[in-house]
């Protein structure tokens, strides 16, 4: 997906408020997910206010996006293995506005469950034609799209058995530090959300965000299922954050 340029005034959120997370945000210090117990923070934490900073930046534009960036089955000499998907939605802010021009990112295991990742010592098998990583910017409409293969779940050593549903990472940079993001899409009726410290963490009313919803009108007929997941970058209903790519070692992976 391309964009074409635009006014960096035009392209200006309207303006921002400080939204309450609660109900949304996952607590920073989760028992049951073991390696919050590390990171999380052990004292109160400071608000500070609005700069220019938060409201003017990053910068991310065209010329970060290649051409076959958003299609993970083309990237390398032959089609990666597994069962091919598209995934696509809207990034919005906490008002339903799209935003325009924001780069989003994406990052998976492979149909196997293995990242190409040195920290993955899982023993699945790697794909030569599938590295997981992808990029594009959002249109007018606010509107992403990536081609890619469902990831597989994997083990991982947070506790006894555990295993990650499949997921894919996102990040999202708007036009400015406010409308930045970093979460995780999951697939509907997956039987290891149950068993999922990461998704458990977040707060129950907000958890169904994070799941995407299958979408026939999106499948194309003899070639790809269809999900639709929509991102919401602020306000009551804003997707929840997620686990970044610190997770192919978290719990002792």
Request: charged fraction near 25%.
């Amino acid at each position: 997906m391309r964009h074409e340029p635009m006014e960096r005034e035009a392209m200006k959120p309207a303006g921002y408020r400080r939204d309450d997370a609660a109900g949304t945000h996952p607590a920073l210090d989760t028992p049951a997910y073991a390696s919050t117990r590390l990171r999380a923070p052990k004292r109160p934490l400071v608000l500070l206010p609005h700069r220019l900073t938060e409201v003017t930046g990053p910068l991310l534009g065209a010329e970060r996006v290649g051409p076959t960036d958003h299609d993970l089955t083309v990237q390398h000499g032959g089609e990666p293995l597994g069962e091919r998907i598209v995934v696509t939605g809207r990034v919005l802010d906490g008002d339903g506005r799209p935003v325009r021009g924001a780069l989003v990112e994406v990052w998976q295991a492979n149909a196997c469950g293995r990242y190409r990742h040195d920290g993955d010592r899982h023993d699945a098998p790697l794909d030569p034609n599938f590295t997981g990583l992808g990029r594009c910017l959002t249109d007018d409409a606010g509107r992403y799209r990536f081609v890619t293969v469902k990831p597989g779940a994997y083990p991982w050593k947070n506790h006894q058995n555990a295993w990650r549903p499949a997921h894919i990472h996102f990040s999202v940079f708007g036009w400015a530090f406010t409308q930045r993001l970093i979460t995780q899409m999951y697939f509907p009726g997956d039987p290891l959300f149950e068993f999922d410290p990461i998704l458990g963490s977040v707060p129950e009313r907000a958890r169904d965000r994070l799941v995407a919803r299958f979408d026939l009108a999106t499948t194309e007929p003899e070639w790809a299922l269809g999900y639709q997941w929509d991102i919401v970058l602020r306000g009551r209903e804003a997707t929840p954050p997620g686990a970044d790519d610190d997770e192919s070692n978290e719990g002792g992976r």
